[in-house]
Structures are given as structure tokens and as C-alpha cells.
């Protein structure tokens, strides 16, 4: 296995991982989940898409503790924001892969030309 072979991999993961990032972005929907718990009617409880005027406690699962709740106004602003840092995050490793594969693919290939 060659240098470049090994360089050009590892520039191919950061490239999938902003792919992976954006394409998770792209294909959120804009209704709000509640991970945790909304409670319905008195004692039945659900997690799932929320509606208009519902509230999420957000559960923490792993303790048995409630970590707070949020309005359906709320969960909606708190999924906006983090398909906003999917968007960020993706291009940035995206854009990462794409110029290390450029540079590598470039700068060996024409090392290699010449000699």
C-alpha cells in the first residue's frame, strides 16, 4: 500500500462524514420530536412528533431524571438550530476531504509525473 493510497483514504472519510452530516440535514423535517415524553390526557404518554400547544419532557433516559421540558414553539427552534450545525458541520468536513483530496491527488500525481 502506497503513501498516497493511504493519504487519499484518509482524506475520503472526512469527505463521507460531511456527507453524511448534510445529507441528515437536507432530509430533516420541519415537525418537531420529542425524544423524551409528552404527556397526553392525564396519564398516557407518548414521544414522537409533537403538536401545536404540546409539551416534552425531555427524560433523561440513562438517570431516570427529567432534564427540563420545552413548548412545541421550543423543540421546533432547538431542531432549526441543530439542522443549522448539521449544515455547518457537513460543509466544513466536506469542504476539509474535498481540498485534502485535491492537494493529494495533485501534488503526488504530478511528483510522480516528473520522476
Do not use: N
Request: a negative charge; proline letters at 3%.
Amino acid at each position: 500500500m502506497s503513501f498516497r493510497s493511504v493519504l487519499l483514504g484518509l482524506f475520503v472519510v472526512p469527505v463521507v462524514v460531511g456527507g453524511y452530516f448534510l445529507t441528515r440535514a437536507a432530509t430533516a423535517d420541519g415537525t418537531p420530536r420529542c425524544d423524551g415524553i409528552i404527556e397526553e390526557y392525564g396519564d398516557a404518554e407518548r414521544s414522537g412528533p409533537m403538536k401545536p400547544g404540546e409539551t416534552c419532557d425531555l427524560y433523561d433516559f440513562a438517570d431516570g431524571r427529567s432534564a427540563g421540558t420545552r413548548t412545541y414553539e421550543q423543540q421546533r427552534k432547538a431542531q432549526e438550530e441543530g439542522t443549522a450545525d448539521d449544515y455547518r458541520a457537513g460543509g466544513w468536513w466536506l469542504a476539509y476531504g474535498a481540498a485534502g483530496l485535491a492537494v493529494v491527488t495533485t501534488h503526488l500525481g504530478l511528483g510522480r509525473r516528473r520522476g
